[in-house]
């Protein structure tokens, strides 16, 4: 079962990357034309784990 999976995954990077002529600056362009059609903003949790670990921190 977990074989067909990484089987399915490697096809679909291998389908992707063939879409794009397997240049990465090509994709990373369509990605981010996208993200700017879709007017969606990504979200970092960097900060907030980093504010939650120390008061976890501070509560010991």
């Known amino acids: ?4 999976i990484i ?4 096809k679909i990077k ?8 397997y240049d990465v600056k090509a ?3 369509k990605l981010r034309a996208k ?5 969606k903003r ?3 949790h960097r900060e907030k784990n ?3 670990d ?3 921190q501070a509560s010991c």
């Not at 079962?1 to 067909?4: H, L, P």
């Not at 291998?14 to 002529?21: C, H, K, N, S, T």
């Not at 993200?35 to 007017?39: I, L, P, S, V, Y």
């Open 1 to 4: 079962m977990a074989n067909e």
């Open 27 to 29: 994709f990373v362009s």
């Open 14 to 21: 291998d389908d992707i990357a063939e879409e794009f002529g």
């Open 50 to 52: 980093e504010l939650m």
């Open 42 to 44: 990504i979200v970092d």
């Open 35 to 39: 993200k700017k059609e879709e007017d």
């Open 7 to 10: 089987k399915e995954l490697w």
């Open 54 to 56: 120390r008061a976890d």
